[in-house]
């Protein structure tokens, strides 16, 4: 009976150790990739997504900076003041897109999700998939020959940004990790 007890005990210990290493995998994996996708998003809204040269002083265009130099180029055609505001406003909804998935990004990092970060973190994903469209086009956009413009390399770092924190944010397996689900 002694010898049972002893395999159950010594099975038992083990279970423990090995739950411990499991744990361990997990929290290394979910704050390597929060890490990466915050990371990303940061450089992507940093850099420069394309250089326009037809001025006489060439404007560097940022993510960043991108609401506030549209809403300060607004010239004095209607027309122009409507998009001008409605591309502004774009601009800043994006960034501050991006700054909340930063914020989300360290929190997995600490892994205090819970349901209303999970929501949160998914309405994001989705504004950062659609909002991902006007960098990339501008950038398609200043590839054109014809043009003076120079693309810059913010997209090569902000899509793949977007794409992990979107798949961090829906993916169940990933999701349960950095949520504390059971």
């Known amino acids: 009976m002694a ?15 090995l739950e411990v290493r499991v744990h361990t995998l997990e929290s290394i994996a979910i704050r390597s990739l ?3 996708a915050a990371c990303l998003l940061a450089l992507g809204s940093a850099l420069p997504v394309f250089t326009d040269g037809r001025s006489f002083d060439p404007m560097t265009v940022r993510l960043l900076t991108a609401p506030f130099a549209v809403l300060g180029a607004l010239g004095e055609d209607a027309d122009e003041q409507v998009f001008g505001a409605v591309m502004g406003l774009v601009f800043l909804v994006l960034l ?3 700054l909340t998935a930063v914020g989300i990004c ?5 892994r205090w999700g819970g349901p209303g970060l ?3 973190a998914q309405v994001v994903a989705v504004l950062l998939l659609v909002g991902m469209l006007a960098p990339v086009l501008l ?4 590839s054109n020959p014809e ?4 693309p810059g390399p913010a ?3 902000f899509v793949p940004g977007v794409i992990l924190f979107a798949a961090m944010a829906f993916n169940g397996n990933l999701r349960r990790l950095w949520s504390g689900e059971e």
């Open 139 to 142: 950038t398609f956009g200043a």
């Open 106 to 110: 360290l929190a997995q990092w600490r």
């Open 155 to 157: 997209v090569w770092y």
């Open 3 to 17: 010898d049972n007890e002893t395999d159950v005990e010594r099975i038992r210990r083990r279970l423990q150790d």
């Open 147 to 150: 043009l003076d413009d120079t």
């Open 118 to 120: 999970v929501l949160t």
């Open 96 to 98: 501050a897109c991006v």
């Open 34 to 36: 929060s890490f990466v």
